[in-house]
């Protein structure tokens, strides 16, 4: 079988699309799945020119106001695709809802295949971040009706989790919905070395740190965790909250921590290499923290507790599928005090933290990134086998 992935957004960009799509493409390819990846060329982003099997490049322009996306250029685009409409394909899977929903729908209805979505993102709690002009409800409204239109343009959606498809249903979506999340690779589970990013960020070993992992953006609520770090500071004097990752509100999250007296106790840690040093920032921390409240998974959460991280965070749309009983986490309601008391305890009481540690690795190990593959290739096949039926086809569009 072979799958035709679009998406307008891939490596170099670090974010969750970028992790679940080379996942799964490998893990995939392991179980006799081929696929072939079309997405953004990042001109001015020497590591996008790294040649990667499988992967066309097209060229792509900047989007305003937003250093790290690239948004594809529709006739150079079109012209990939024509070119590939004599390679054998049997499926396209949609990864993201902008120029590549329009462009491989309209590629599937000229070569006539089935066509497919991954629902990754929840954008009616977006658009108000990006189009702060745009009234609230009028932003969820404008999101619903665009997200509705899109998933009936396909045969069947996946969402990363149940909370995510139960927000589809309620929509109004008819389309079938299928949850299957984004599983962890054998290779995020090699010990980082706490250490060595200590070592790295010039911080001494005995320094608590309370660490976030993840794309700098409003919609992930971390100004709630520097305000609440406050709280924490308070308890822990030496503690230190680290901000890894890039994004758009880097400078307003560094304004907020100068301007709460905490300047030299935020160290934003920017882009770290995703083999590397990322599994040694993940090791080095003593509490992962996490509040974001658009997640329609939370792979990050994963990545830290198979890294033994004891891990405080609110469990809010997709976050609620991972934050389960005897997961090795604490969830703490999305107010100040509560949240920085459970950061508190997992810093002050070593058995609760290693107990947490413990719990998180096994609980992680359970979300295999080959069992999630094999369960995506089982929906392929259902949906090509249900493609060849004409009558499951005419009950389709009744």
């Known amino acids: 079988m072979r799958v035709l992935f679009i998406s307008d957004v891939y490596f170099p960009r670090v974010n969750g699309v970028s992790t679940s799509i080379r996942t799964f493409r490998e893990d995939l390819a392991r179980s006799g799945v081929q696929t072939l990846l ?3 060329e990042y001109a001015d982003r020497p590591r996008s020119h790294a040649q990667e099997h499988g992967v066309i490049r097209v060229p792509a322009g900047r989007v305003p106001g937003d250093p ?9 685009l079109d012209r990939a695709l024509h070119a590939l409409q004599s390679t054998e394909l049997d499926l396209v899977h949609i990864q993201t809802p902008f120029i590549a929903h329009y462009a491989g729908t309209r590629f599937a209805r000229r070569t006539g295949i089935p066509c497919i979505e991954t629902y990754h993102t929840f954008f009616e709690e977006y658009v108000h971040h990006y189009v702060p002009a745009l009234p609230r409800a009028a932003g969820r409204a404008l999101a619903r009706a665009v997200t509705r239109s899109q998933c009936h343009d396909v045969q069947a959606l996946i969402a990363p989790s149940e909370p995510l498809r139960q927000s589809l249903l309620e929509y109004g979506i008819t389309t079938p919905v299928h949850v299957v999340p984004t599983g962890l690779p054998a290779d995020r589970f090699i010990p980082g070395d706490g250490r060595r990013f200590r070592e790295y960020a010039g911080l001494p070993g005995d320094r608590p740190l309370v660490t976030y992992i993840g794309r700098v953006a409003h919609e992930k609520n971390i100004e709630f965790l520097v305000r609440m770090f406050v709280r924490v500071r308070a308890a822990v004097p030496r503690a230190l909250l680290v901000i890894a990752g890039e994004g758009p509100a880097r400078e307003p999250l560094r304004r907020l921590a ?7 106790d935020v160290l934003f840690a920017g882009y770290l290499d995703r083999d590397t040093m990322l599994l040694d920032c993940y090791a080095a921390a003593d509490v992962f923290v996490f509040a974001s409240r658009t997640e329609t998974q939370g792979l990050v959460l994963l990545e830290a507790m198979a890294q033994g991280a004891p891990i405080v965070s609110t469990a809010e749309l997709g976050t609620r599928s991972i934050l389960l009983p005897g997961c090795g986490a604490l969830v703490a309601e999305e107010r100040i005090d509560p949240f920085a008391a459970a950061v508190t305890r997992v810093l002050t009481d070593n ?12 609980y992680a190990r359970a979300w295999s990134s080959a069992a999630m593959a094999a369960r995506m290739s089982d929906l392929y096949r259902a949906v090509l086998a249900q493609a060849a039926n004409p009558i499951a086809r005419c009950v389709r569009r009744m």
Request: net charge positive.
């Open 258 to 264: 100068a301007s709460l007296g905490l300047a030299g």
């Open 38 to 40: 079309v997405a953004p």
């Open 68 to 76: 790290e996306d690239r948004r594809l250029h529709w006739r150079a």
């Open 351 to 362: 058995g609760v933290a290693q107990a947490l540690a413990q719990r998180g690795r096994s």
